[in-house]
């Protein structure tokens, strides 16, 4: 079954410490996105990539960082400059760099502060 | 600046008690509006897309419609299985990226 896989589900960060989360997809799609999840707050767009070795900062950059040196992996690295990064993380990818397309989503990684 | 609205924001039906949910967008040249279902822990699961005013999509209780200022989500004789908070996003072709902005969502829960 194609989808996308988040790991892991459950992550904690220590103060100063950078932390990555992984995001894989084998729907062979173009376009890979991060979206920030807060309670009672919508999805904010971090970064988003429409092909290899390319990306784009979303609405919410700081403390962020990304790659995309294959079609499927999208890894997403919270660094120490993110001061609030306690949220409910989300990737997504559609196809045609998203054009008229929805997007699907993996099942999220939570990130807390230890 | 696109804008996505959705309410209310939270709903409680009794199971079998038809309603609405509504989503009021502001955006320039609309390319798509697409509901999705997210349950809690979970990443949103795509229900429908719809394109142009007039549109209307069906999946088992649900209907989306579509006209030019707003979607609405229909749960007909809902079930607690219904239960979670649905999310509505549309996407417009500023700048040529086709990124798109969510609304905060509806959070539903049908008692049994």
């Known amino acids: 079954d194609g989808g996308i896989t988040q790991s892991p589900k459950y992550l904690f960060r220590k103060e100063g410490q950078n932390v990555t989360l992984s995001c894989e997809q084998n729907?062979?799609?173009?376009?890979m996105y991060w979206y920030r999840q807060d309670p009672g707050q919508g999805l904010r767009l971090i970064y988003y990539?429409?092909?290899?070795?390319?990306?784009q900062k979303g609405d919410i950059a700081e403390g962020y960082s990304v790659s995309r040196e294959k079609k499927e992996s999208f890894p997403l690295t919270v660094t120490s400059a993110q001061k609030n990064p306690t949220a409910f993380y989300l990737c997504?990818?559609?196809?045609?760099?998203?054009?008229?397309?929805?997007?699907?989503f993996g099942d999220g990684t939570r990130l807390s502060i230890l | 600046e696109d804008q996505v609205t959705q309410s209310p924001e939270a709903l409680r039906l009794q199971e079998g008690e038809s309603s609405s949910l509504n989503c009021s967008y502001t955006?320039?040249?609309?390319?798509?509006l697409f509901w999705y279902r997210q349950d809690p822990g979970k990443g949103p699961e795509f229900l429908f897309t719809?394109?142009?005013a007039g549109e209307e999509k069906e999946k088992e209780r649900l209907k989306a419609t579509l006209t030019k200022k707003e979607s609405f989500l229909h749960i007909t004789a809902p079930k607690p299985e219904d239960s979670a908070t649905y999310l509505c996003a549309v996407q417009a072709a500023s700048g040529g990226s086709y990124i798109p902005t969510f609304g905060r969502g509806t959070s539903l829960i049908v008692h049994p």
């Open positions: 990539s429409q092909i290899v070795n390319d990306f």
């Open positions: 955006v320039s040249g609309l390319r798509g």
């Open positions: 997504a990818s559609n196809d045609r760099a998203g054009r008229n397309q929805p997007q699907h």
């Open positions: 729907l062979n799609h173009d376009a």
């Open positions: 719809l394109y142009s």
